[in-house]
């Protein structure tokens, strides 16, 4: 396999409308994330570092499965994945060649765009302000008709303030960072990251960049990143926004979300969602976080379903405030109603991942189980870290139910430290009724401050062993005992 970029390349790739950045393993598509599985993203990276020369078959498939004995198949897929995805025909030569017997060549024109250093980058002077106007209120329209992002009501009405900073081009970065930032799916959130960071480079004093930046940060440890890596950089972010204005609602709320699911330091949580509101009572992130991130772990469902009421009302196009609507009837144990709620938002948008995943499992305690297999399927496909294997056998009954999910759930590998996603590995054995490895995976997740444990007392899932001694250990240690 090729090896990753560094954390923090400073480089990334355009040809054509994509753009390609290696550091947070992201192709974009005209600011839109195009969705490829890890092997593909990296067979197209070898590729375009290399744009213009013959690569062989032999020589890509050691540099991308160095360490696996694999086919030339499998690097045809691959080639064919990327030529799909970049809007080709599976023979398509505008940007991949095939050199008959002997290999690949990427053949469009590259440009690379170094990015400076954040610390010393400075505001670029704006070119054609007129155009770059016209672009943000473009962007920020097209934001608004699909339901990805609601301009915070206390930004509305600031003119040519433009969100905190004096820079169209930041501000412009930051509208698309939301749109990334609320589609809540891994690549999404690293397109997020990349976004803010560019505003913080064009405006190194946007406050609300920075705590956008945290948002991203913290919610990325919920999905596939481990917490010691982004806990780090959201605090960073955090106290940064908070350094920059004291007043920040938004950077009150990114400090109030590291200290509940990271930290477990729920008097801090309470303080910070609190001054936050205080500050800003119309900000719906942080009635939306105060009601998923604190009541819900503290067992107080009906302030929880409170807030989210409230958040809902300040920013009625929001799909993720809506699904988590329905995920607070679901620790409610009201699966009916959960289910509605998941099922108006796919109506609104079929291709959001978190109402697809949280209505498989509403399906699931229902004991709907074709249902449950066919929700957890569409989230996997709509994910491009996932391959989606065919369902084996019946799902008619739980045994086959469980026969079909365990292609789709067994973690790939034992837990370990430094591991992500070691609470989605616990919730995966506890749906394929393994007990003693559901539990051995939650303590290496409370080893690794996992942030999923937050709703360990809340989450159906593990009603089944919530009288293991265990188990009641785990949650008093952190916290969240009912």
Same mark, same amino acid.
């Given at each position: 396999?090729?090896?990753?970029?560094?954390?923090?390349?400073?480089?990334?790739?355009?040809?054509?409308?994509?753009? #390609?950045?290696?550091?947070?393993?992201?192709?974009?598509?005209?600011?839109?994330?195009?969705?490829?599985?890890?092997?593909?993203? @990296?067979?197209?990276?070898? &590729?375009?570092?290399?744009?213009?020369?013959? #690569?062989?078959?032999?020589?890509?498939?050691?540099?991308?499965?160095?360490?696996?004995?694999?086919?030339?198949?499998?690097?045809?897929?691959?080639?064919?994945?990327?030529?799909?995805?970049?809007?080709?025909?599976?023979?398509?030569?505008?940007?991949?060649?095939?050199?008959?017997?002997?290999?690949?060549?990427?053949?469009?024109?590259?440009?690379?765009?170094?990015?400076?250093?954040?610390?010393?980058?400075?505001?670029?002077?704006?070119?054609?302000?007129?155009?770059?106007?016209?672009?943000?209120?473009?962007?920020?329209?097209?934001?608004?008709?699909?339901?990805?992002?609601?301009?915070?009501? =206390?930004?509305?009405?600031?003119?040519?303030?433009?969100?905190?900073?004096?820079?169209?081009?930041?501000?412009?970065?930051?509208? +698309?960072?939301?749109?990334?930032?609320?589609?809540?799916? @891994?690549?999404?959130?690293?397109?997020?990251?990349?976004?803010?960071?560019?505003?913080?480079?064009?405006?190194?004093?946007?406050?609300?960049?920075?705590?956008?930046?945290?948002?991203?940060?913290?919610?990325?440890?919920?999905?596939?990143?481990?917490?010691?890596?982004?806990?780090?950089?959201?605090?960073?972010?955090?106290?940064?926004?908070?350094?920059?204005?004291?007043?920040?609602?938004?950077?009150? $709320?990114?400090?109030?979300?590291? +200290?509940?699911?990271?930290?477990?330091?729920?008097?801090?949580?309470?303080?910070?969602?609190?001054?936050?509101?205080?500050?800003?009572?119309?900000?719906?992130?942080?009635?939306?976080?105060?009601?998923?991130?604190?009541?819900?772990?503290?067992?107080?469902?009906?302030?929880?379903?409170?807030?989210?009421?409230?958040?809902?009302?300040?920013?009625?196009?929001?799909?993720?405030?809506? $699904?988590?609507?329905?995920?607070?009837?679901? %620790?409610?144990?009201?699966?009916?109603?959960?289910?509605?709620?998941? @099922?108006?938002?796919?109506?609104?948008?079929?291709?959001?991942?978190?109402?697809?995943?949280?209505?498989?499992?509403?399906?699931?305690?229902?004991?709907?189980?074709?249902?449950?297999?066919?929700? #957890?399927? $569409?989230?996997?496909?709509?994910?491009?870290?996932?391959?989606?294997?065919?369902?084996?056998?019946?799902?008619?009954?739980?045994?086959?139910?469980?026969?079909?999910? =365990?292609?789709?759930?067994?973690?790939?590998?034992?837990?370990?430290?430094?591991?992500?996603?070691?609470?989605?590995?616990?919730?995966?054995?506890?749906? #394929?009724?393994?007990?003693?490895?559901? &539990?051995?995976?939650?303590?290496?997740?409370?080893?690794?401050?996992?942030?999923?444990?937050?709703?360990?007392?809340?989450?159906?899932?593990? +009603?089944?062993?919530?009288? +293991?001694?265990?188990?009641?250990?785990?949650? =008093?240690? %952190?916290?969240?005992?009912?």
């Amino acid at each position: 396999m090729t090896a990753p970029a560094s954390p923090r390349s400073p480089r990334h790739y355009e040809f054509g409308p994509f753009r #390609l950045v290696p550091a947070e393993r992201l192709l974009l598509r005209d600011k839109h994330v195009v969705h490829l599985t890890p092997k593909v993203f @990296d067979t197209l990276v070898v &590729l375009v570092e290399h744009g213009g020369r013959l #690569l062989s078959k032999r020589e890509l498939l050691g540099l991308i499965w160095r360490d696996t004995v694999v086919e030339e198949n499998n690097l045809t897929q691959a080639i064919c994945a990327i030529r799909k995805a970049l809007g080709g025909s599976d023979d398509s030569r505008e940007y991949v060649e095939t050199v008959p017997k002997l290999g690949y060549r990427f053949v469009a024109s590259v440009r690379t765009e170094e990015q400076p250093d954040h610390s010393t980058a400075a505001v670029r002077k704006l070119v054609r302000p007129a155009v770059l106007a016209l672009s943000v209120v473009l962007t920020a329209l097209l934001g608004l008709h699909q339901g990805w992002w609601q301009v915070p009501q =206390r930004e509305r009405g600031l003119g040519t303030d433009r969100g905190h900073t004096a820079s169209l081009r930041a501000y412009q970065n930051y509208l +698309d960072g939301l749109g990334s930032l609320n589609q809540r799916t @891994d690549p999404s959130l690293r397109a997020a990251i990349f976004y803010f960071e560019r505003a913080i480079e064009q405006d190194s004093s946007y406050a609300l960049a920075y705590a956008a930046l945290a948002d991203s940060y913290v919610l990325l440890g919920l999905y596939n990143m481990s917490s010691q890596e982004v806990r780090p950089m959201a605090q960073i972010a955090a106290m940064k926004a908070v350094q920059l204005d004291s007043t920040s609602a938004e950077a009150h $709320t990114a400090l109030a979300a590291i +200290d509940a699911f990271y930290d477990w330091d729920w008097l801090a949580a309470r303080k910070e969602f609190e001054r936050a509101l205080q500050l800003s009572p119309d900000y719906p992130l942080a009635h939306h976080w105060y009601g998923v991130a604190y009541w819900v772990p503290m067992g107080s469902y009906d302030q929880a379903l409170a807030q989210l009421t409230q958040a809902r009302k300040l920013d009625s196009q929001s799909l993720i405030i809506q $699904t988590d609507v329905g995920w607070v009837y679901y %620790v409610m144990r009201e699966y009916d109603r959960a289910i509605v709620e998941y @099922d108006s938002v796919i109506k609104r948008d079929a291709n959001f991942l978190p109402a697809h995943y949280m209505l498989s499992l509403a399906y699931e305690r229902l004991g709907q189980y074709a249902q449950a297999l066919s929700e #957890l399927r $569409t989230s996997r496909r709509l994910n491009s870290t996932w391959a989606v294997p065919s369902p084996p056998g019946s799902v008619e009954n739980l045994t086959g139910y469980r026969s079909a999910l =365990r292609s789709l759930l067994t973690p790939a590998s034992a837990p370990g430290e430094g591991q992500p996603g070691l609470y989605a590995g616990a919730l995966a054995y506890m749906r #394929l009724g393994e007990r003693a490895r559901a &539990l051995l995976w939650l303590q290496f997740a409370y080893r690794q401050r996992d942030p999923g444990l937050v709703y360990l007392a809340a989450d159906p899932v593990f +009603d089944g062993v919530r009288n +293991d001694p265990s188990f009641r250990d785990l949650t =008093r240690r %952190v916290g969240v005992v009912h």
